[in-house]
């Protein structure tokens, strides 16, 4: 075989054992040298032949096995060094991409420990200290040897798993972006391919316009409208629960606070006060909303059905943070400005962080990534695209409320507690607060979610 048909590791393994051989001096055919002398030795020995005494030479078969165990043994421990240091290079090589000093460090001291190891089998063999290389039997040896080895190729293949979990990661990451863009870029088709239209340039329908409605799989229908409002009246939920809980734990009289929204209210229990702070938010947050502009400045731009309900498909399916990152000063991001400072007083953001720095970044322009202020986006982005996909309607949605003190009427309205007792000859209940305003779509009503003052609940 010549020198070309050896893989790498075998010309190591060639390399290290010469290596050894020459280091300890010590010829390959010892045995048959310890043979010839035993046969011819010097004349001592053969003086004692010919006193007819017999001399047996000394059984060969047990000593070749010994060191033959013993060569396995030895070349076993040096593929498992070979095997760890390719694995502690590897390591290395990982620790570059990306730079990491603290991990280059740690990998350069395996490749030394592992080239240390290598110098040591080369002493041990050198001193001929076979009690060091065969500490227990020369099978014992290679066992333990094959079990160093399987270790080292378990890491290099977890240094190696660990690296594709980082490429798959970013593949997602880019799958994920180049969605968007897609999404982005037959948004833009679209409106192109209308100005065409109307400017008479594009007379056929483009082939694969069946492929972009299939791609939104989304229809303008009733039933999506009443599932956006679930999202929004869920949203103004949510969003009270961590509103009235920094309120706890700043101290307020949360009674007094119901009271000073709408003080004319009779609660059946007081945990049924959080009613009034949702009702705060709701008033607030749908303000404006019959207007197409939603009392957000945004030039003169008249803006079609279809584009409203354009609108409502780019953003229902992104984080409202990232759209911001993206148009800090958009119109969604003028509005979720505009109502979060509605929404949240000077006073209760000042008792709640001890400062007004969040209120004055937003007020600047920006918009803070703080827990708070995240929230406040979720809660935004789901009134804006209701907005938005109420005008995506021909005719247009109309949004309908109901002021306090009004006789409950089970067509437009929904009690928000669901175990109210009325007797047949008592007086209809009145409305003590609207908590969700109602919608009236084509021929359908969309009843509006209120709190009825002074009945008493079922336990």
């Keep these: 075989m010549t020198p070309g048909d050896h893989s790498g590791e075998e010309l190591v393994v060639q ?41 047996y030479p000394q059984p060969m078969d047990e000593s070749v096995n010994q060191n033959k165990d013993s060569m396995e043994a030895l070349v076993s421990k040096i593929f498992n060094n070979i095997s760890s240091l390719k694995a502690a290079y590897i390591q290395l090589q990982e620790a570059h991409t990306p730079y990491d000093p603290d991990k280059i460090q740690a990998a350069d001291k395996l490749v030394i420990e592992e080239l240390m190891k290598l110098s040591e089998l080369k002493h041990s063999y050198r001193d001929k200290n076979h009690h060091k290389l065969t500490s227990a039997t020369p099978q014992d040896s290679r066992l333990v040897a094959e079990i160093q080895e399987q270790q080292s190729l378990l890491k290099t293949y977890e ?6 979990q980082s490429q798959i990661q970013t593949r997602d990451s880019e799958v994920v972006q180049l969605q968007q863009q897609i999404q982005e870029s037959t948004q833009r088709k679209m409106k192109l391919e209308k100005k065409l239209k109307q ?24 039933n999506l409208f009443s599932s956006a409002v679930d999202t929004a009246y869920k949203s103004i939920h ?21 009271n000073a929204i709408e003080p004319a209210v009779v609660y059946a229990r007081r945990s049924h006060k ?16 019959h207007e197409e502009s939603f009392s957000v400045e945004a030039g003169n731009l008249a803006i079609s059905n279809e584009g409203f309900f354009h609108q409502f498909l780019a953003v229902r399916a992104m984080d409202p943070l990232d759209i911001l990152s993206q148009n800090p000063d958009s119109v969604f991001g003028k509005f979720c400005r505009m109502k979060y400072l509605m929404v949240v007083h000077p006073k209760m953001e000042g008792s709640f962080f001890g400062n007004l720095d969040q209120r004055n970044y937003v007020m600047s322009g920006g918009h803070p990534r703080t827990p708070f202020y995240q929230a406040f986006l979720k809660l935004a982005k789901s009134i804006w695209t209701l907005h938005r996909l109420a005008y995506s309607f021909d005719p247009k949605v109309r949004v309908f409320q109901v002021r306090n003190g009004s006789e409950f009427s089970e067509v437009h309205m929904e009690s928000v507690v669901k175990n109210i007792i009325l007797g047949e000859g008592d007086q209809r209940p009145k409305v003590g607060l609207m908590v969700m305003p109602g919608f009236m779509i084509g021929g359908s009503v969309i009843q509006s979610q209120v709190y009825l003052s002074g009945v008493e609940c079922a336990e």
């Excluded at 045995?31 to 004692?48: F, I």
């Excluded at 008479?200 to 939104?216: A, I, Q, V």
């Excluded at 629960?241 to 101290?251: D, E, Q």
Aim: glycine letters at 4%; aromatic letters at 12%; a negative charge.
């Design 199 to 222: 400017r008479g340039l594009l007379s056929k329908e483009p082939e694969d316009s069946e492929e972009e409605n299939n791609y939104f799989s989304v229809e303008l229908t009733p």
């Design 238 to 258: 949510d969003f009270s629960k961590p509103l009235i809980n920094m309120m706890k734990a700043a101290g307020w009289d949360l009674d007094a606070a119901a």
């Design 159 to 164: 240094v190696m798993v660990k690296k594709f």
């Design 274 to 289: 959080k009613y009034a702070f949702e009702s705060h938010i709701c008033q607030r947050m749908f303000s404006g909303f």
């Design 15 to 55: 390399a290290s054992l010469s290596l050894l051989f020459l280091s300890a001096e010590i010829p390959w055919n010892s045995c048959s040298y310890r043979e010839v002398m035993l046969r011819t030795g010097p004349k001592e020995m053969q003086n004692h032949d010919n006193n007819n005494q017999k001399v």
